[in-house]
């Protein structure tokens, strides 16, 4: 007997039709496909490609970036009740935030000699109490306190080819930052200058893209747009933290 009501419409005992089911779940499948990509940046790594790691990194990044903003679409948190998206999102983020960037760091030899294990370990300890922290974010989503993008940092560490003395002081740095109330701009959820956040960003994962698959080479102009991208959420995150509590 039908019941008179289309798959895609609330039924009165709060249960969703079908079609809206499907779509919540599609989303849930589309978060979970970031933790196969961190499995084959992890492999990348093992098997010696820096470049492909870091491809698949970034990858992962897109999805994370943009799974929220279909979330909310399809009202996942409403439809499956019984899957805690935030924790599903958070687990996956722990892998290729944290564990792959740290082997890739390891990997490389981005440490000095006999150090890679404690700052890899450093790496995975502080971004416990990052991903844990009920305070992570601030009233208006900046996230407080360095919020373990440590697949950020390997990009940087490996694209500038630093000393490892100077690549060691940068993960002791921000592994410290993680227990403060400096302020680190999230691109896809600070309302104010949102467009212009969300155009440095296309132009930052854009330049970052070029320098990983051109890699030793840095062409002039994919050069400066990756500085300046880099200089304007540096400056952001400085102007935020320098004007204190704010409401939302």
Known sequence: MSSGYKDDEVYPTGDYGILRRLSAWGVHAFTASGVVLGLLALLAAVDGDARLCLGWLGLALVVDGVDGTLARRASVKEVLPGIDGSVLDLVIDYLTYV??????????????????????????????????????????????????????????????????WIN?????????????TVKFLHPFRVRRWMRVNLLVSTAWLASSAALVALHPARPDAVWVIWLASSAYYAAVCAWRTLRGPVDA
Do not use: E, H, Q
Not at 123 to 149: E, W
Not at 153 to 162: E, I, M
Not at 169 to 180: E, I, K, N, Y
């Open 99 to 164: 564990v792959v960037p740290a082997v890739l760091m390891y990997r490389f030899g981005l440490f000095p000699t006999g150090l890679g294990v404690p700052l890899a370990a450093w790496i995975l300890m502080t971004s416990l109490y990052c991903f844990s922290n009920t305070g992570m974010k601030s009233g208006d989503n900046y996230f407080v306190g360095f919020p373990a993008i440590w697949n950020v940092v390997a990009l940087y560490l490996w694209t500038l080819a630093l000393n490892p």
């Open 168 to 180: 060691t002081a940068v993960v002791v740095v921000l592994g410290l930052l993680t227990f403060t």
